[in-house]
């Protein structure tokens, strides 16, 4: 049995066509196939909208070679893709596929981009949390990871791992790599951040920004567990829950010495919250 308390993950970077389902799927399948096979992970995480074009539902043809590679690896994999609704709406979907399970909507997303507005609608506001080999994980979709409450309200339902697949290129790339960091070290949650490189803009802008996917820790003196480049790539990283578990289910948060302070590894943050005045957070008025 794995060990519940260290698991392995892995975050894949692809390049996807915009107009070329079929490849990839292929590439998709391919990479997680491989990242399975090689680095015997407990979960994959696959970027967002994965097959670019076109509204698929969920289960079904996209997902099923996922649900194979699960059974067949003894793995959680995990992606985005368009997702079709009964009503010929969709959504932006983060599906996961696991073993004994098939394969499930795992979170909707939330603040749409006006690109996307045109043919989808947002998620419901759900929070899932899922035990997966002994993590509790939830998932911050693309865009969302843009704003704090999604990734709080994960925190304290009780994640531990928070997913965020993503497509952002240019100058959105340094942004995204900056506020992950600050997701996992706010929230203190390991954050696993796989993103799309749109090949047909990459061709076009050659000198743009692209890719950076990341593992990000909670813990000051490590922020960045891997790092990718601006290709195709799969990064890795060992997380370690006891760690992270050890001074969040202490009855009373210990006295905070500067050396608490600069490594970020003696303190609480959640329960030191005051919720009692966060009252403007849940006004209309931006």
Not at 72 to 94: C, F, Q, R, W
Request: charged letters at 25%.
């Amino acid at each position: 049995m794995k060990e519940p308390d260290i698991i392995k993950v892995c975050a894949i970077q692809l390049g996807l066509h915009r107009r070329d389902r079929e490849k990839n799927l292929e590439k998709c399948v391919s990479y997680a196939e491989t990242a399975a096979r090689e680095h015997n992970p407990h979960l994959i995480l696959l970027p967002n909208y994965i097959m670019q074009t076109g509204l698929d539902p969920i289960p079904g043809p996209v997902t099923e070679p996922f649900s194979e590679l699960a059974e067949k690896y003894d793995v959680y994999i995990a992606g985005g893709m368009a997702e079709a609704a009964p009503d010929g709406s969709g959504y932006n979907t983060l599906f996961l596929a696991g073993p004994g399970m098939g394969v499930i909507c795992f979170q909707r997303k939330l603040h749409l981009i006006d690109m996307e507005r045109k043919k989808l609608v947002p998620g419901e506001g759900s929070f899932k949390i899922l035990d997966i080999c002994g993590a509790k994980v939830g998932c911050v979709l693309c865009n969302d990871i843009l704003f704090p409450e999604v990734a709080r309200i994960l925190a304290v339902k009780g994640a531990e791992v928070i997913l965020t697949p993503s497509i952002m290129a240019g100058e959105a790339v340094p942004v995204l790599e900056t506020i992950c960091r600050a997701r996992a070290v706010e929230n203190q949650v390991f954050v696993l951040n796989a993103n799309a490189v749109p090949l047909e803009i990459k061709d076009q802008y050659p000198d743009m920004g692209f890719g950076g996917s990341g593992i990000y820790s909670p813990f000051h003196g490590r922020l960045d567990f891997a790092r990718a480049g601006e290709g195709d790539e799969v990064i890795t990283a060992i997380l370690d829950l006891e760690d992270l578990r050890r001074f969040k289910t202490s009855p009373e948060n210990p006295p905070m010495t500067m050396i608490d302070l600069v490594t970020g590894d003696g303190k609480n943050l959640l329960k030191d919250r005051r919720p009692e005045i966060y009252e403007p957070l849940v006004q209309r008025e931006a």
